[in-house]
């Protein structure tokens, strides 16, 4: 009976089995308490997950399942982008087919089931590596594998699924640099570490960092000098050679980033601490994390008190090699430093910045300490005066620290969970174990397991989460009237709308418009959007603000509006984010529960005939209507001097609390009474049924309100540039209230004026463009291809499709080199009469990659039998 016992207790894939289900089953069970879906009203949607990252899975579902070329390029990103680059940094991991049974709304449902697996497995994968190693052995490795699945950075960042797969994949990466060091065997190293670049290139950048730690951390258990500079060889050629192996995405993955997030790298270092230091104590604290931290606070590694002390108490075990303890605690002071030295933290976020999230390489510090702890916290440890000593150094220390930085996310509460934690686990650790190891080990296991799981759920507690009603509702109305768009009209064209839930919403509803956030946008579509009036940033574009110019020209052929102003049952279903009257005139072509389906007919394709004045047009004017009328008249052979858009004169001004002015526009109105509300109220009556647009400057947001006609203004509120407002259409002697309610001390009235667009010439010029639109005949996310019959008086093949060296295109069999125009699109030199045009798409590099990792593989494949020979 004992012997079955201890079989049991030795049993590797019982251990596994269990390292595996207690964080899944531990976190499941929160979540079903938090009524998360499928367990409730809830959701796991908060922050990037919710804004960015569902609408990735969406496409992922339906690159899959639909059109696998936007594998490669989607139209859903922005104006149309590359999308290699992006999926290695968003999609590569395999773990996302567990997304496929998951459509539409129940998408939450799969991101549930997906990241209950990832706790999983980062457990599982901690074990397996302890396991291996032989640091522990039966249950209590349950202890060590639990505290890294549930350790703070995961707990912190479980909201940035894209980042998870390094804590499941660090510990094979461990075990095979281990197996490379002391038995000269780098297959398991090789393999691993390519898995890592190939599934994620940002976390492994940081994981190669640490391997570097890793072997400098093992030199001086190895005799002799000779070893230490073969096993450092061998490192070094085995690293490339995962490089190698992972070319294929690595490759493009490069050239994508130069184009797009690798601008904005950090060129001018600071020598300089980012925070006091003392602030890191606080870390060690249970559910040390809330809101606050996530766009700027300290790195989030806790493990559980018995495992800090574990790991502090290695540096005093007499049973490990002096020279690599003190190695052991160079590496935990670099560390340290780079979680608050400017240098260093830019080094392991390869040159840039966090954008929110900060100090992402925290996770490595945590799997750090657990092995330290692992290799300490043996069955027949010994804690001696020295030690405890220690401990009770380091406890008064977090007391005082935590009491006197006044740190805001935590409790008096949470200090003294914190306090009898440490207390637990110091009597833990001096419990006399001989008599009773198994019951020990079941004492290190719910000490432990306690700490890390209270920790992780004060955390959650402090977060809020999209309820599941307001995305399954919105994203079914969506999707509906995406899917009828398609189901009626199949060519090519963009979709523009009123109504926003996030700026991926294309992704999400696998539809082409002018919408995007994500880290891999390129800069030139930010800087177009701004430049014609669009809310536009580092990393997004929204099409919120178009005119009617916009629209014809850009291709959005279909337009969505919110039907019962987006509220269904008193709730707002469809948030509003833009106001466009002149859609009202439009062909309604079908609508759903809450959207209504227009048609504009006067939309150009997506490539068309234009003239070649057009590359002549300098750089855009801090005047979005006026850049919008040089680029339509440059297209059209008219002059750019003559513009379709012209001034109007506000019909009255009243002002309340604030000083009268002669003129709006560049004026700062402050308040004269600072106790009362103040406003300025314009009124607008239009003279004609045109388009009238009002220009707002980004300094305006800032200060004042915008209210129209009584009615709170809906207009995406981030931008940076002016933007274009449109205020009536075919409301000719109708007056329009527009009133600015200022909501500080003063408000500057940044470019606002209004506009009318002059509809003769305008129509004028849009007919010239109609005359030779691209006819298509086939089209992919990657491919399209027709005729075109180029009139006389255009020699340009215009398209709406932005500048990228991955396009290739070919007129009548033969291959051209497409120009840029206006800084942001492609354009082909053209003659007269009937040609067939193919635009082709292939990340650049992709080729190339392909050689280099079939070379790698090969190359490895022989080195592996050269080491074998020889063993």
């Known amino acids: 009976m004992i012997r079955d016992k201890d079989k049991w207790k030795n049993n590797k894939r019982v251990i596994l089995t269990g390292a595996f289900l207690i964080p899944l089953l531990l976190m499941g069970t929160y979540f079903a308490y938090r009524q998360m879906a499928p367990f409730g009203t809830s959701s796991l949607l908060t922050v990037d997950l919710g804004q960015q990252y569902i609408d990735f899975f969406a496409y992922f579902r339906n690159l899959l399942l639909h059109h696998p070329g936007s594998l490669f390029y989607s139209f859903s990103k922005g104006l149309g982008g590359e999308m290699f680059g992006t999926n290695a940094y968003y999609l590569f991991s395999p773990l996302n087919l567990v997304l496929l049974p998951f459509p539409g709304r129940w998408l939450t449902s799969g991101v549930m089931v997906l990241t209950l697996i990832r706790y999983g497995l980062a457990g599982l994968s901690m074990a397996w590596l302890i396991q291996r190693t032989h640091l522990q052995a039966g249950p209590r490795i349950w202890a060590f594998s639990t505290a890294y699945a549930l350790n703070g950075w995961m707990i912190a960042n479980q909201l940035n699924l894209i980042w998870l797969d390094a804590l499941i994949i660090l510990p094979p990466i461990t075990w095979g640099l281990l197996k490379l060091i002391h038995h000269r065997k780098p297959g398991t190293y090789i393999a691993w570490l390519a898995v890592m670049l190939i599934d994620n290139y940002y976390m492994a950048w940081m994981v190669c960092i640490f391997t570097i730690l890793l ?11 000779r070893k230490r500079w073969q096993a450092i060889a061998t490192y070094l050629t085995s690293s490339l050679l995962s490089i190698g192996v992972a070319a294929i995405t690595l490759l493009p993955t490069a050239y994508a980033l130069t184009t797009s997030k690798g601008t904005y790298t950090q060129t001018f270092i600071n020598s300089k601490l980012e925070y006091n230091p003392l602030k890191m104590l606080g870390k060690l604290v249970p559910g040390s994390f809330n809101f606050n931290q996530m766009p700027s606070g300290q790195p989030n590694f806790y493990i559980g008190m018995l495992l800090i002390i574990g790991a502090l108490l290695y540096f005093f075990n007499p049973r490990i090699k002096k020279a690599q303890r003190i190695t052991a605690l160079i590496i935990t002071i670099f560390f340290v430093i780079s979680f608050c030295y400017e240098p260093l933290d830019l080094l392991w976020h390869a040159g840039q910045f966090p954008v929110w999230y900060p100090y992402r390489f925290s996770f490595l510090f945590s799997f750090w300490c657990i092995l330290l702890a692992a290799k300490t916290i043996q069955p027949n440890y010994q804690l001696k005066w020295w030690g405890t000593l220690a401990i009770l150094i380091l406890c008064l220390l977090i007391w005082w620290a935590t009491g006197h930085l006044k740190l805001s996310y935590l409790s008096i509460s949470q200090r003294l969970i914190g306090l009898g934690f440490a207390a637990i686990s110091l009597a833990t650790l001096m419990i006399a174990r001989q008599n009773a190891p198994q019951l020990y080990d079941l004492l290190l296991i719910l000490v432990v397991t306690c700490d890390v799981a209270t920790s992780a759920f004060t955390s959650l507690n402090k977060i809020a989460y999209v309820p599941q009603a307001e995305f399954g509702q919105y994203t079914t109305q969506l999707n509906q009237a995406s899917h009828d768009l398609r189901e009626r009209d199949q060519s090519c064209y963009r979709v523009a709308k009123t ?10 509803s696998d539809f082409y418009s002018g919408d995007h956030f994500g880290s891999t946008l390129e800069p030139v579509q930010p800087n177009f959007m701004g430049a014609i009036g669009q809310p536009a940033g580092d990393g997004f574009i929204s099409y919120a603000n178009g005119t009617q110019l916009t629209d014809d020209l850009l291709g959005f052929k279909y337009t969505l509006t919110a039907r019962h102003h987006g509220i269904l049952n008193g709730n707002q279903i469809m948030p509003l984010s833009g106001y466009r009257p002149d859609w009202q005139q439009q062909t309604r072509r079908g609508q759903t529960k809450m959207i209504t389906i227009r048609q504009n007919p006067q939309a150009l394709p997506i490539a068309f005939g234009a003239s070649s004045k057009i590359f002549q047009l300098g750089k855009a004017t801090l005047d979005p209507l006026s850049y919008q009328s040089q680029i339509f008249q440059a ?4 002059s750019v001097d003559q513009p379709l858009f012209t001034v109007q004169n506000f019909t009255a001004v009243k002002y309340f609390n604030v000083q009268s002015a002669t003129q709006i526009t560049g004026t700062t109105f402050r308040k004269q009474n600072l106790l009362k509300p103040a406003s300025i109220r314009l009124k607008f009556v239009p003279p004609t049924n045109d388009s009238y647009y009002l220009t707002l400057g980004p300094a305006v947001k800032d200060n004042a309100t915008v209210n129209l006609n009584k009615r709170d203004f809906n207009q995406y509120n981030t931008y940076r540039d002016t933007v274009v407002i449109n205020l009536a259409h075919h409301q000719k002697g109708k007056p329009v209230i527009i009133t600015f309610r200022l ?23 849009l007919k010239t463009l109609h005359q030779s639109p691209l006819r298509i005949d086939h089209q992919s996310p990657t491919t399209i291809s027709g005729q075109v019959h180029i009139h006389h008086g255009q020699s340009v093949l215009m398209t709406t499709i932005p500048a990228a060296k991955g396009w290739h295109v070919q007129i009548d069999g033969h291959p051209v080199t497409p120009r840029t125009v206006i800084n942001t699109f492609m354009a082909i030199p053209i003659t007269t009469g009937s040609h067939q045009v193919r635009f082709h798409y292939r990340p ?12 790698s593989l090969s190359i490895w494949w022989l080195w592996h039998r050269r080491l074998t020979k020889s063993s």
Not at 215 to 225: E, H, R, S, Y
Request: proline share 7%.
């Open 635 to 638: 297209l059209a052979g008219r």
């Open 215 to 225: 072997v400098f951390w093992q030199l001086p258990v190895i005799t002799t000098w």
């Open 499 to 508: 109504f926003m839930r996030t700026k991926d919403d294309p992704m999400q």
């Open 743 to 765: 909501k500080k001390m003063s408000v500057w009235m940044q470019n606002v004026s209004v506009y009318r667009l002059n509809q003769r010439p305008f129509n004028a010029g």
């Open 844 to 855: 650049p590099f992709l080729i190339l990659g392909i050689f280099v990792s079939l070379a």
